[in-house]
C-alpha cells in the first residue's frame, strides 16, 4: 500500500529552528509537496521537490532524499505565527497526490 | 476576494437529506477538486475534473456526486448524508501546466450530518 508517515505533533521555541520530517511509499514518485495549515483555514503551498537535495526559500527549505523515500521541512527563526499544521504529500506513478495526516507544530515563546 | 470561494462555509444537516456545497474560483484554473479531511487522516479526494466535461472519481467517491457546471464552478451533492459524512470538505484548484503545479485550497466547508 502507500504510505505516508510524519509525527503527529512537534514543539518547539520562537526563534530556533525546526525539523518537520516526512517518509514515504508509494508506488512511483513524481515529487512531494509541503503544504502549510493554519487551524480552520485552507492549505497553503510550501514546496515541491522532485530532484534530490536541498531547497531553501526564505526561512523555509525543504529536502528530498529519493533513494531513502524521506522529506524534510526545516524552519528557521521560528516565529508565533509559525503554529500550525505542515502537510506532507507525494505524487504517485499516476499522479495522485498521497497525503500524510499533518505535523502540528505548536511554538512557545 | 477569495480566489477559490466555498459556500456554505458550515453546515448541519440530518441523516437522509440531500445537500449541495458549492465551489467557485476566479483563478482561471482548469483543474478542481473536492476533498475531506478527518482528524488524523490525510486529505482524501472525493472528486476531480481536468476540465468542464472531464469528471473523475477519486479515493472515496461513494455516497457523493458532482457537477461542474463551468470552469470555474465545481459542486459536490451527497444524495443521502450520514453521520460519517461529518467532515471538512475542501475545493481546490490547479493549472493545467504540469502535475506539480500546486494546490490552491477554498476555505473550506464544516459539515455536521446528526
Known amino acids: 500500500g502507500q504510505n505516508i508517515d510524519q509525527p503527529t505533533e512537534m514543539t518547539a521555541t520562537e526563534g530556533a529552528i525546526v525539523q518537520i520530517n516526512c517518509t514515504y511509499q508509494?508506488?512511483?514518485?513524481?515529487?512531494l509537496f509541503w503544504y502549510q495549515q493554519h487551524a480552520g483555514e485552507a492549505p497553503t503551498f510550501l514546496s515541491y521537490n522532485v530532484l534530490d537535495g536541498l531547497e531553501e526559500k526564505g526561512r523555509f527549505s525543504s529536502f528530498l532524499s529519493r533513494s531513502k523515500g524521506y522529506s524534510y521541512l526545516l524552519l528557521k527563526e521560528l516565529q508565533m505565527k509559525d503554529s500550525a499544521s505542515y502537510l506532507c504529500a507525494a505524487l504517485d506513478s499516476n499522479y495522485q497526490l498521497i497525503w500524510g495526516a499533518g505535523t502540528k507544530l505548536i511554538i512557545k515563546p | 476576494d477569495a480566489d477559490v470561494t466555498q459556500t456554505p462555509r458550515n453546515r448541519i444537516t440530518k441523516t437522509g437529506k440531500r445537500i449541495m456545497l458549492e465551489c467557485s474560483q476566479t483563478?482561471?484554473?482548469?483543474?478542481m477538486y473536492w476533498y475531506r479531511q478527518d482528524p488524523g487522516l490525510g486529505l482524501r479526494l472525493i472528486y476531480y475534473?481536468?476540465?468542464?466535461?472531464?469528471?473523475n472519481k477519486g479515493e472515496i467517491s461513494d455516497g457523493y456526486s458532482v457537477s461542474r457546471q463551468a470552469q470555474a464552478k465545481f459542486s459536490l451533492s451527497l444524495e443521502s448524508a450520514i453521520p460519517n459524512q461529518t467532515a471538512l470538505y475542501f475545493c481546490a484548484t490547479s493549472d493545467s501546466t504540469g502535475e506539480s503545479s500546486p494546490l490552491h485550497f477554498g476555505n473550506g466547508t464544516r459539515l455536521t450530518v446528526t
Open positions: 475534473s481536468f476540465d468542464v466535461k472531464d469528471i
Open positions: 483563478k482561471g484554473h482548469d483543474r
Open positions: 508509494t508506488s512511483g514518485f513524481n515529487g
